[in-house]
């Protein structure tokens, strides 16, 4: 899943990034812009991780129910 995750970051969020990064430094976009982007991942990342910690006990109990259907010891 993380690495799933980090293919899509790179593929879809870094270009833009970039790109929106080159516009700041040659004056064609104003720094709150970059400001607000860089926010807005970092709150990205907090609540994926929230809800990461909040989904592994359920997901666990999930696993446990399962295995037994395909006779996994």
């Not at 870094?14 to 080159?22: F, G, N, R, W």
Request: aromatic share 6%; proline share 4%; hydrophobic share 60%.
């Amino acid at each position: 899943m993380n690495g799933l995750a980090m293919i899509l970051l790179v593929i879809f969020v870094d270009p833009k990034i970039a790109l929106l990064t080159e516009q700041v430094m040659e004056g064609r976009q104003e720094r709150r812009e970059i400001d607000k982007i860089v926010g807005l991942l970092m709150l990205s990342r907090l609540l994926g991780t929230i809800l990461a910690q909040a989904l592994l006990v359920p997901a666990a109990y999930w696993i446990v129910w399962i295995c037994p259907l395909f006779h996994v010891k």
